[in-house]
């Protein structure tokens, strides 16, 4: 089974970027659909992007155009770049991997966007 680290948060002004990024290890990472989920105070987890073993990649409608995700199996790592950064992107940001037989998550990874 994989495990994953994220690193990359931060806090950063309304209108900047960030790139998170989530290494894997312990397993064969090609075989897993990676996504990134978020989850703001009080409110449910949410999938914001994900990416198929073959690279094709799904985003939340309140990213799209802003966030871009990739993956790089050479170096068992997803990427989360987010541009045009609003305060309502504030949330802990999870990486999760999906062999279809199991799910594992990432310890999370603290985002905030304020002035």
């Known amino acids: 089974q994989v495990q994953l680290v994220e690193s990359g948060g931060g806090l950063v002004q309304p209108g900047g970027s960030l790139r998170l990024s989530c290494a894997a290890s312990g397993s064969i990472f090609s075989r897993y659909f990676m996504a990134w989920h978020r989850q703001a105070p009080g409110k449910q987890r949410e999938l914001v992007a994900g990416i198929t073993t073959g690279g094709i990649t799904n985003y939340a409608d309140s990213v799209k155009g802003r966030f871009t995700i990739t993956r790089d199996n050479a170096k068992n790592t997803v990427y989360l770049q987010m541009n045009s950064l609003k305060p309502e992107d504030t949330a802990v940001y999870y990486c999760?991997?999906?062999?279809?037989?199991?799910?594992?998550w990432g310890q999370g990874t603290l985002v905030t966007v304020s002035s």
């Open positions: 999760y991997a999906d062999s279809g037989h199991s799910e594992v």
